[in-house]
């Protein structure tokens, strides 16, 4: 689904995997449902190293915007509250970029047991909810966005999630119509 919103070619690589990302037109940063400790620490340095050294557009998308928030001088933890996965309301406070055209208050898919709890200085909170201080970022300056809720589920029902990926793919120059 990620290749039809991008309309573009989309090659995935696991994170043990990745040493540069300079040939890429931009990096999508998924989710995990693995625990922090079950990854790497090593192969996730190797990640920041790359990610930071990167130049093109970034989307972290859950634990791939917790790890945005750490390669930039952040931190995450756990969750405040217990989060009920599902489609649940986020108010965005930043209707520019990312998320352009979404609604004051709108039903976005969720599920993730941390989140930030530290941001890391030259970004800002687009997006808040009653169970997260922070569900979407952005540092225009280096070209990271991120969410914490996942826009790649959507559907007819939820369709807020499919105009985030498509905004996320404008700003990277990537999206043609």
């Known amino acids: 689904m990620l290749a039809q919103t991008a309309a573009a070619a989309v090659t995935s690589v696991a994170y043990l995997d990745v040493v540069d990302l300079g040939a890429a ?14 990854h790497d620490p090593r192969a996730l340095e190797r990640l920041g190293e790359a990610v930071r050294a990167y130049a093109g557009p970034v989307l972290g998308i859950c634990a791939g915007m917790q790890l945005q928030a750490r390669f930039a001088g952040g931190a995450y933890g756990p969750a405040a509250s217990v989060l009920e996965t599902g489609f649940r309301e986020v108010e965005v406070l930043d209707g520019s970029d990312l998320l352009r055209e979404i609604p004051k208050v ?16 030259g970004f800002r909170v687009l997006a808040r909810s009653d169970e997260c201080a922070v569900e979407a970022i952005a540092d225009p300056e280096r070209r990271w966005w991120g969410t914490q809720f996942h826009p790649e589920e959507f559907s007819p ?6 105009l985030v990926l498509r905004n996320f793919f404008e700003l990277a120059g990537g999206f043609r119509a």
Do not use: C, N, Q
Not at 25 to 38: E, M, T, Y
Not at 157 to 162: Q, S, T, V, Y
């Open 25 to 38: 037109d931009a990096v999508v940063l998924s989710g995990s449902f693995a625990p922090w400790a079950a």
């Open 106 to 121: 709108t039903r976005m898919y969720k599920h993730h047991s941390e989140e930030i709890v530290s941001l890391p200085d």
């Open 157 to 162: 029902a939820h369709p807020a999630g499919e």
